[in-house]
Antibody, heavy 125, light 107 residues
Framework: QAQLVESGGGVVQPGMSLRLSCATSGFTFSGFPMHWVRQSPDKGLEWVAYISNSGGTVYYTDSVKGRFTISRDNSKNTLYLQLDSLRVEDTGVFYC??????????????????WGQGTMVTVSS | IVLTQSPGTLSLSPGERVTLSCRASQTVGSNYLAWYQQKPGHPPRLLIYTTSSRATGIPDRFTGSGSGTDFTLTINTLEPEDFAVYYCQQYATAPLTFGGGTKVEIK
C-alpha cells in the first residue's frame, strides 16, 4: 500500500534550521513530482515547494525562497525539505504530497493525490 | 490567484444536498482546480481534479463543475462521513493556492 511518512519536525528558535524527510513506499517514487504543503491556523493550507520527478526543476512560494530547499533521493525513495533561517510565521504542520499525473497535462502544476500525516514545526523564542 | 470559498460554514443534516462555491480572483487556466476534504487530525484528501474529474475511490455523489473564475463542488445526499472541511486549490499558476475552506457541520 502506497504511503508517505514525514519526520524531522520539532520546536526551534527563530533563525535555526530543521531538515524534514518524507519516506515513501508502495509506488515508483522516481516517477512522480512531489510537493511540500504547510498548514497553520493563521494561514490555512499553503503550498511551499515543488520538485520534478528527476529533481532537476524546483519551485518555491515567495515567502520561503532563499531559506528553504527541496530535494529528493530517488535511490532512497525519500523527499526532503531543508528549512533554514526559520521564522515564527513558519510554524505549522508540514505535509509532503505526491503530485497527480494526468496524461496530456500542461505546465508543472499538479494536484496532490496522496498526502503524508504531517510533521509539526514550531518556531518560538 | 486568490481563491475565496463561501460560505464559511454550513449546518446541514444527513441526506441533504450541498453546494460549495470557490471563486478565483483571475481565470484558472486549463480549469486546473481541485477540491479536497479534510477531517480533524488528518491530511487533506483529493476529491476532484481538473474541475470535474473524480479522484480514485471517490463516490459519485461528489461532483465538481465550473470554469474560468467560478467553481462548485456539489455533494448529493450527504452521508455522515461527509461532515468535514472542504478546500479548493488552483494549480494552474504559481504560486499554487488554496481557498480558506468551507466547514460542513451537522445541524
Amino acid at each position: 500500500q502506497a504511503q508517505l511518512v514525514e519526520s524531522g519536525g520539532g520546536v526551534v528558535q527563530p533563525g535555526m534550521s530543521l531538515r524534514l524527510s518524507c519516506a515513501t513506499s508502495g509506488f515508483t517514487f522516481s516517477g512522480f513530482p512531489m510537493h511540500w504543503v504547510r498548514q497553520s491556523p493563521d494561514k490555512g493550507l499553503e503550498w511551499v515547494a515543488y520538485i520534478s520527478n528527476s529533481g532537476g526543476t524546483v519551485y518555491y512560494t515567495d515567502s520561503v525562497k532563499g531559506r528553504f530547499t527541496i530535494s529528493r533521493d530517488n535511490s532512497k525513495n525519500t523527499l526532503y525539505l531543508q528549512l533554514d533561517s526559520l521564522r515564527v510565521e513558519d510554524t505549522g504542520v508540514f505535509y509532503c504530497s505526491r503530485a497527480k499525473l494526468v496524461p496530456g497535462g500542461s505546465g508543472w502544476g499538479r494536484a496532490s493525490d496522496m498526502w503524508g500525516q504531517g510533521t509539526m514545526v514550531t518556531v518560538s523564542s | 490567484i486568490v481563491l475565496t470559498q463561501s460560505p464559511g460554514t454550513l449546518s446541514l443534516s444527513p441526506g441533504e444536498r450541498v453546494t460549495l462555491s470557490c471563486r478565483a480572483s483571475q481565470t484558472v487556466g486549463s480549469n486546473y482546480l481541485a477540491w479536497y476534504q479534510q477531517k480533524p487530525g488528518h491530511p487533506p484528501r483529493l476529491l476532484i481534479y481538473t474541475t470535474s474529474s473524480r479522484a480514485t475511490g471517490i463516490p459519485d455523489r461528489f461532483t465538481g463543475s465550473g470554469s474560468g473564475t467560478d467553481f462548485t463542488l456539489t455533494i448529493n445526499t450527504l452521508e455522515p462521513e461527509d461532515f468535514a472541511v472542504y478546500y479548493c486549490q488552483q494549480y494552474a499558476t504559481a504560486p499554487l493556492t488554496f481557498g480558506g475552506g468551507t466547514k460542513v457541520e451537522i445541524k
